[in-house]
């Protein structure tokens, strides 16, 4: 395979995003001292915000790309709903909007440090939905999807949604050719012959029955970075699962130890794409997916696309919080970003 790797025509592709739109809240502070009530620091808050997560930061990377971007998720009009709404529309995001008392998914993170560091997380709280979006909002929602204007769909699963509940616009969708890619948690929703899905290592073994962990997630066991053919099996597994499930292209992630690919002309691995020193892994999935998405939309080679995604989410793992990947860190990382690789003998 050639070693080329070269930034497509961002800037023409129409693509949607629909899933769960996550507003990801940082509170900023400063460390002070220890606690006379308990033996906890207390920290001095310095400012608060709202970041795209979830489906909006894979909405947030697309735009940031350049790609025409449309969120289709609930988000409902409570406090942390408008200010992520106001967001998005900074950052020029078209979205499907209905009304609902639905309440979005908060996590809260506190990031902290010294003057002049680089602030670290330091505890996260979570504020779940009430309820999922009920049918009503979500057949609003498949109503108003504009289906003769989008070149591509990424489908991004937190957990919140039904997917299921967009069925039969999947079925147009496929039927009228427009790419669908999946980056998925726990299950597949029934979508007959996606194009790509893009799971990470942690839930690809969930989805295939297990058996593929690496050694950080056995019990006891230690990630040294020695070969332990863990890509192999990836690959294996992956070409098995991805011609059972009638899938077009398998994109595993897997964090320090790069993505493995399986399509229909074989597998293909890359190695781990960044500096040393990670800061954040927030959101480099949601980064992966979208660049991956957006590539292959772009007419890019799967094993290109994956090593893509794979310098897309090396840059913003070294950024504090959930950011998307902007195009010109994206142009300068691909001049050191690792080139795929063939896997031999992979059944």
């Known amino acids: 395979m050639g070693d080329g790797l070269e930034l497509p025509a961002f800037d023409r592709l129409r693509i949607a995003v629909i899933g769960d739109a996550v507003a990801d809240r940082y509170v900023h502070a400063r460390p002070s001292r220890l606690s006379r009530e308990a033996p906890v620091p207390v920290f001095v808050e310095q400012g608060e915000e709202v970041r795209p997560g979830g489906a909006a930061n894979v909405a947030a990377n697309l735009a940031a790309l350049g790609c025409r971007t449309t969120l289709v998720a609930p988000i409902g009009g409570d406090q942390a709903g408008r200010a992520l709404a106001r967001d998005l529309a900074a950052r020029g995001i078209a979205r499907l909007a209905v009304e609902t008392d639905y309440r979005v998914p908060v996590k809260t993170r506190v990031l902290a440090s010294e003057p002049h560091r680089t602030p670290q997380q330091v505890l996260r709280v979570d504020r779940e939905p009430f309820a999922p979006p009920d049918a009503r909002t979500c057949e609003r929602l498949v109503e108003a999807f504009p289906i003769d204007a989008v070149d591509a769909v990424l489908y991004s699963d937190y957990g919140y949604l039904d997917l299921a509940a967009f069925g039969a616009l999947d079925e147009a969708l496929r039927a009228r050719g427009v790419l669908r890619v999946l980056d998925p948690r726990e299950e597949l929703p029934p979508f007959a012959e996606l194009d790509a899905v893009t799971p990470n290592l942690d839930d690809f073994a969930r989805l295939v029955g297990g058996g593929i962990e690496r050694p950080s997630m056995r019990s006891g066991g230690v990630d040294d970075g020695i070969d332990d053919g863990l890509e192999a099996r990836v690959a294996e597994r992956a070409r098995a699962w991805r011609a059972e499930r009638g899938l077009g292209t398998l994109l595993v992630t897997l964090g320090n130890r790069g993505m493995v690919l399986a399509h229909e002309g074989g597998a293909a691995r890359v190695a781990p794409s960044g500096r040393e020193g990670v800061v954040d892994v927030s959101g480099a999935g949601d980064t992966a997916a979208a660049v991956f998405a957006a590539s292959l939309a772009a007419d890019v080679a799967p ?45």
């Open 303 to 347: 094993h290109h696309a994956m090593a893509l995604a794979n310098a897309a989410s090396g840059e913003v793992v070294m950024k504090s919080g959930t950011v998307p990947i902007e195009l010109d860190a994206l142009r300068a990382a691909l001049v050191r970003a690792p080139r795929p690789q063939d896997l031999e003998g992979v059944a």
